[in-house]
């Protein structure tokens, strides 16, 4: 197994517990806070992928997918802190 394929299994490890916490956390501060973290970890391996394959547009894709997954987590940290009415 190459750089890549160790690089893959140890973002996959490192998910499971977000992963975790996304299914079981009882409160959307909980979800939030995984969501955010696994959003994280999925523009990694985009930017990962870029990086072995030499593909650059992975790169732009990976930097939209942070920027996209950091506005959901403020829109709704936004909406938690309002409570539902």
């Known amino acids: 197994m190459g750089l890549k394929g160790w690089l893959e299994v140890g973002v996959l490890v490192t998910a499971a517990l977000p992963l975790f916490r996304l299914w079981k956390g009882p409160t959307l501060w909980d979800r939030l806070a995984a969501t955010s ?3 994280v970890r999925v523009a990694l391996v ?3 992928e870029a990086s072995f394959t030499g593909r650059g547009l992975l790169l732009d894709v990976a930097l939209a997918y942070a920027a ?3 506005l959901g987590t403020v829109l709704l940290a936004r909406f938690g802190e309002r409570g539902e009415r």
Do not use: P, T
């Open 37 to 39: 973290s696994l959003n």
């Open 46 to 48: 985009l930017a990962c």
């Open 68 to 70: 996209l997954g950091f």
